[in-house]
Structure formats: C-alpha cells, structure tokens
C-alpha cells in the first residue's frame, strides 16, 4: 500500500511546536517509505479564521525545510486544498448521510442547548444533545427546513461502543452512550472539522492519519462516518501530548510555544526539528543528534510513545548549541549575516567572528554582544587604569607598540611569541604579563586566549588598541 498522509492545520495563528511535531512525523512517515504528504487550510470555522495566518503557516514549514508533495502552492490534482473552498462537495456528502438517515437537521436555539447543558450538569450527566429533533416528522422538517435557521447532526448508533485499533494505544472502546450527536454543518452551511476532514482524507487517499492525542476521543465519530459512507478505514495514530517541565499541558504561559518565536529568537532549524523529532519517538539506541534525513531514515511509528513528551527548554537550548559548534561553518555564517546587526566591513573579518563567537554562544541572538569587544571602542573603568598605569605596563605595551609595527608577518601565535620575549625582559609573567595586554587588546583581563584575540583583530587594529592604552 502507497502511504499518504496529511498535515491539516487550522488558519488560527502562528504554527505552534505541537503542530510542528505533527507534520513533522507525517513527513518523516511519508518520506521513509516513498510516501506523499498533503498540507491541507482546515479554515471552515471563519469566527475563528486570522488574516496571513495560512501565509504564516506555510511560510514557516519553508523556513523549517519540511515540503508538501501537494497543497496550496504545491498544488495537486485533489485539490482545492482550502476547506472553505470545497463547500459543494460537503454539500453532495451530507445529502447522502441525510438520506441514508445516519444525519438530520435540528432546529433548536441556542438558547434551549444552553439549558439542556445546564440541566445535565446540574444532574452530573454526560453533557450530550437530546435528541429533540430526530423524533421531529418529515413533513415539519419540510416546512422548517425552508424558514427556520438549523444545523446538521450525525445520529450516533444504539450501539454497546465503538472499537478500534491506534497503531500508538492498541485496541481503544468508547461507549456510544458517552458520545454526543456531533454538528456536522453549521448554522452557516461551513462543515465542523469531523464532517470536512473525514471526506478530505478519503477523497484525497490518506491511509494514516497521524494527529494529537487530544483527536482520541472524536475518533469513533469520524469512524461512523466512514462507516454511514461505507468506506475503508485509515490507519490511525494519535501523538502524546506536549507537556511543560512541571507536566501540565505545553502552553506560553511557561515559555515561547510558537516556531516563529523560536527562529526569532536565534534557534537554528536543524536544532528544532531534532529537538522536536525527540518530543514523543525515541531511536533504537541512545543517540540524540540527528538530521531531517538521519531522522527519515529511523523514524518508526513503533517507536512512539503512548505518555506526554516533556518539552525541556534546556535541553533545547544545549542542542542549538551543540549544532552552533557542529555544522559548517558557511552554513552558520550564512545564519548568522541574515540575524546580525554589527557593521562588519570585510567578509574575511566577519568569517573570523563568527568561528570565534559559535563555540561560545548557545543561540545566533547572542552573536552581536559576544563580538562586541572585537568591533565598539573599548572603555577602561578605574579597576582597568589601574592595571594599565603601572610603570612595568605602560613600558610593556610601549614596546609591543614599537615590536607589532615593524612586523612584516602577522598571526596571533607569531605576535603572542613577541609579547612573551617582552615580557621576559621585563620580567613579567603570568597574569602580570597577560591581564595587561587583554586589557588593551579585548577590554576584559580574562578571556580569549591572546592568538585568537589577535587573529581577529588584525595587525593594524591590535597596534591601534596597544597605542590607545598607552596613557603617558
């Protein structure tokens, strides 16, 4: 069997790391075993609907590396791959649930739901429709139907439960008493998520659908649906929630929940796709670094755990660093010249920065302030003076000043040897010879060793920064 399967977000917002997670491993299935996946706009609720969010959307999965075989812009031959688009064809289906009596119209206000709701609380019952207007005659919905506003229910079966089998949880039952005569079209004619999302996956041939946890429970209603359509099943796989450290549901209020967020704010993509490949699947070993591709290879659904996946912002943090160290260094230039603001002239310079700075950072946000001494004018607080006005300093950094400018070849192991030789015949050593000349050269007493420091800076800039700290 052809595998394909889809990732069907709502236009709502920003592409959220859940969804991400979800497409992600819908991508990674499809991919494994030459498979197809469709990006599907589920936009039927227009109260909801957020302008550019489907742009933002689609956008992002661009920035992430992951790419549709169809949908919007890929296009296909399934399409249109907008729901709000596909109206008519929800139409031509609900006339048939209709007919076939597993749907019917219901008239009631919201007005008599809001007390049947209260009611079934106030009684602890299960909080479900009633079932007034299935028990309606024909020749009344006749009438009704051409003056009255009205919505379209599924008639759930007098059946004991629906059983099915999630390739996560096993076999799963749950109680026909305990599910609710679902709308399926609203009182605007656009379908509910159950109806449009059940004849999508059908009529463009998905075999797995692969969604959160929290679609578990509306599973039995979109197997009645199949059913009254008298079509085969997918295969179905639902994903442990995402949780916070303190294991409640993933939300902002504990940190950034939205990709774009996340790219802003200096995370690499390879970073956030391993990252999040692991929120939920684990390898066959220990191993936790992986590319898109390594993790297209050893992506299985066996592999996919049934209790939340911990979303640990740490380790997230440690993994963005690690890649900073790791991938080629054109690569993180590239990433780096997109995000920073320093006006560095030459591209030998910048090269320079950013192999120094990528060990040292943990997201590409922390580039300009860790150049920083390297570019600004330094300024000496009185604790720095201090060490820069002694006698044996001032004479030290006069003479490396006189040394530096009569070098003809330059490099920071070859100047540090000079500054070694001068201190020696000064008698400095150790951080009386050392502290000085950072001070001078980065601003700071400790930090880079001195080669690194004088690589970047260059003959020219070091001599210039050994004369300004010559206070005499």
Request: glycine letters at 6%.
């Amino acid at each position: 069997m052809s595998v394909k399967v889809r990732f069907a977000p709502s236009p709502t917002g920003y592409l959220h790391v859940g969804g991400l997670r979800t497409a992600l491993y819908n991508y990674l299935y499809a991919k494994k075993y030459n498979g197809k996946i469709i990006l599907r706009i589920e936009d039927t609720d227009q109260s909801r609907k957020v302008k550019g969010a489907a742009e933002n959307l689609i956008s992002s999965f661009k920035s992430m590396g992951i790419e549709f075989d169809e949908g919007p812009e890929s296009g296909g031959e399934f399409g249109p791959y907008f729901q709000s688009q596909r109206l008519a064809i929800y139409k031509k289906h609900i006339d048939k649930l209709i007919k076939n009596k597993s749907a019917y119209p219901c008239f009631c206000s919201s007005e008599r739901l809001a007390k049947i709701r209260e009611k079934q609380r106030k009684n602890k019952q299960i909080i479900k429709y009633d079932r007034h207007c299935l028990g309606l005659s024909k020749s009344e919905i006749v009438n009704r139907l051409s003056t009255d506003e009205y919505i379209i229910r599924l008639k759930i079966p007098d059946e004991d439960a629906i059983i099915f089998y999630d390739q996560v949880r096993g076999k799963v039952v749950i109680k026909c008493s305990e599910i609710d005569d679902q709308v399926l079209i609203k009182a605007d004619g656009f379908p509910t998520y159950h109806l449009a999302n059940v004849v999508d996956d059908f009529l463009m041939g998905v075999t797995h659908v692969m969604r959160g946890e929290e679609w578990l429970p509306s599973t039995p209603k979109h197997i009645l649906l199949y059913r009254a359509f008298n079509w085969d099943l997918p295969k179905f796989i639902h994903l442990p929630l995402l949780l916070n450290l303190d294991k409640s549901k993933l939300s902002k209020r504990q940190g950034d929940v939205a990709v774009e967020d996340y790219l802003a704010n200096g995370y690499l993509k390879e970073a956030l796709i391993n990252f999040v490949g692991l929120l939920g699947w684990h390898p066959k070993d220990d191993r936790e670094v992986f590319s898109l591709n390594e993790l297209k290879k050893e992506f299985s659904i066996k592999r996919i755990q049934k209790s939340g996946a911990v979303f640990d912002r740490e380790k997230l943090l440690w993994m963005n660093k690690y890649y900073l160290k790791s991938l080629l260094l054109d690569k993180i230039v590239s990433d780096i010249r997109n995000f920073s603001n320093s006006n560095i002239v030459t591209d030998e310079r910048f090269i320079n920065l950013v192999d120094f700075a990528r060990t040292r950072i943990s997201t590409l946000k922390e580039f300009d302030s860790e150049i920083s001494p390297f570019i600004t004018d330094l300024e000496f607080d009185n604790q720095k003076l201090e060490i820069l006005n002694s006698i044996k300093t001032q004479k030290l950094l006069k003479n490396i000043f006189k040394e530096f400018s009569q070098l003809e070849n330059w490099s920071g192991d070859i100047a540090k040897t000079v500054i070694m030789q001068l201190g020696k015949n000064l008698s400095l050593k150790g951080k009386d010879l050392f502290f000085p000349v950072r001070i001078a050269l980065f601003g700071e007493a400790k930090g880079p060793d001195l080669p690194i420091i004088l690589n970047i800076l260059g003959k020219e800039k070091s001599i210039s920064r050994i004369k300004e700290a010559i206070l005499e």
